[in-house]
């Protein structure tokens, strides 16, 4: 088939089965009329939960679902959350409610909010004398401030805004560069919309400012606004998890073999190699994120901008590191992570999303630092479940126990198959090669 024929304008016009009907024939080579009714299980019954849907993204052909579990007995500063998690990931539920179980009798998870500022850029070009664009700015930095009213008059009323600005050289690195950067507080919405809309008004405000001030020349009076962006490197929109207990406290492992003493010691190790490793500090910060990323998206918050910020964090002293430490000593085992977290609980999808609202009400409708608090608390349960098992039982033990129901799925097992081959890889190694085997062996 000719490549032209892939091409097409007037794509988002299509009405979806033609948009179906059109990529069966192009892209799948398929019969169309299977294609589309494919695709159209996944279309939800009621049409106006659909168009609902529909209307976060372009282009749309369907829904993807994705696994939507609870994680219970995460009891968080006292108070006992069944925390809703949307993940495709097999075992993580699971660990992350087993880690919740585990610390639910050791006095759970502490969290703390430690700051919340968000943090935006107007990034600019000034061809001129340095000292005079620093001495302007200071001198119009309120005005800049007050310039925005008309944007942050309701957030004001809401206890947020601007907070700060500042201006920042970069000519060394880039040729006549300058970036105002601006720290804002966004109360309980994640404040991408209203940071960037500041922030435009400032690029404009900064170049008429200039534009008609008598300090500069013609040339200097030449400004260039490169653009206007949030950042979603927020270190300052910090929260902090943690749980400890006694050593004693934490039980034995491996069937009594291995005491709480040695498992403290070689859980500690396994975080001390995460921090001084990049290679396994990306794996371990992973599992976090498992966690992490999960509540996010039930509650509806940008989990890509969540990522992003959690690993240029890891690497904030120049070393990609573990977000978690752990300390053992006078006997009290330690583990905690500090991140941070940029979400809301107003505004977005939290409350346009029906399953993003419902999650919001299972966690008691919580502020945005409350959220901050139990995110980071399911990311260190799901960090101290995978190093418990890495450390002791390995991770495969677990992860193919849950994988198992995926793979028999593979094979289209019946619920009879299913039973059989549960209760024969009890004790027994499960791989795709055993359960084909089995599987097979059933069928004979
Ligand atoms: C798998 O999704 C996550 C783990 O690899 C995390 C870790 O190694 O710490 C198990």
């Known amino acids: 088939m000719a490549d ?59 829904n993807f679902p994705v696994p939507f579990g609870i994680a219970p ?16 990931e097999s075992s993580v539920v699971a660990a992350a409610s087993n880690a919740a179980k585990f610390w639910l009798s050791r006095g759970g998870f502490k969290a703390e909010v430690l700051s919340t500022k968000k943090v935006g850029q107007v990034h600019f070009i000034y061809h001129g004398a340095k000292e005079k664009l620093f001495s302007f700015f200071n001198s119009i930095k309120e005005e800049l401030k007050q310039g925005v009213k008309h944007i942050t008059i309701k957030m004001e009323e809401r206890g947020g805004g601007v ?30 919309n209203f940071i960037n809309s500041c922030l435009e008004e400032f690029g404009i405000q900064l170049c008429d400012k200039i534009a008609i001030s008598n300090v500069f020349s013609d040339t200097e009076k030449d400004v260039e606004v490169v653009m206007c962006i949030l950042s979603n ?17 934490l039980g034995t492992f491996e069937n009594g ?48 901008a969540v990522e992003a910020c959690a690993h240029t964090y890891a690497c904030r002293d120049g070393v990609y590191r573990s977000l978690s430490e752990c300390k053992v000593e006078n006997g ?30 299972l966690l008691g409708n919580p502020n945005a630092k409350k959220l901050m608090e139990i995110i980071a608390c399911v990311g260190l349960a799901q960090n101290f479940a995978a190093l418990r098992s890495l450390t002791t039982i390995g991770i ?15 094979f289209q097992a019946s619920d009879e198959e299913v039973e059989k081959a549960k209760s024969h890889f009890e004790n027994k190694t499960i791989s795709v090669s055993a359960v084909r085997e089995f599987v097979e062996s059933l069928r004979k």
């Open 396 to 410: 495969q033990a677990g992860h193919m126990k849950m994988h198992l129901t995926n793979i028999l799925a593979s």
């Open 163 to 192: 907070v700060d600005m500042e201006l920042i050289d970069f000519t060394e690195l880039e040729k006549d560069y300058y970036q105002l950067r601006a720290y804002f507080e966004t109360v309980d919405s994640m404040g991408a």
């Open 257 to 304: 073999t291995v005491s709480a003493e040695e498992f403290a010691a070689n859980f500690q190790r396994a975080v001390n190699i995460a921090r001084i490793d990049p290679f396994r500090a990306t794996t371990h910060n992973k599992g976090i994120m498992n966690g992490v990323d999960s509540v996010v998206l039930a509650t509806g918050n940008d989990f890509r």
């Open 4 to 62: 032209n024929e892939k091409e097409i304008a007037g794509f988002s016009k299509m009405g979806k089965r033609e948009k179906i009907a059109w990529l069966a024939k192009n892209f799948l080579y398929a019969n169309p009329v299977e294609v589309v009714k494919e695709f159209a299980e996944y279309w939800h019954d009621n049409i106006e939960s659909q168009k609902l849907l529909d209307g976060f993204s372009e282009n749309t052909l369907t």
């Open 332 to 361: 009290i085992f330690r583990f905690w992570l500090t991140l941070p977290i940029a979400i809301g609980t107003v505004g977005g999808l939290t409350s346009l999303h029906p399953l993003a609202k419902r999650s919001l009400e």
């Open 233 to 249: 490197y927020t270190p300052e929109c910090l929260v902090r998890a943690e749980v400890s207990c006694k050593i004693s406290e």
């Open 73 to 88: 007995n995460f009891k968080i500063n006292e108070q006992v959350y069944a925390v809703p998690m949307v993940i495709e």
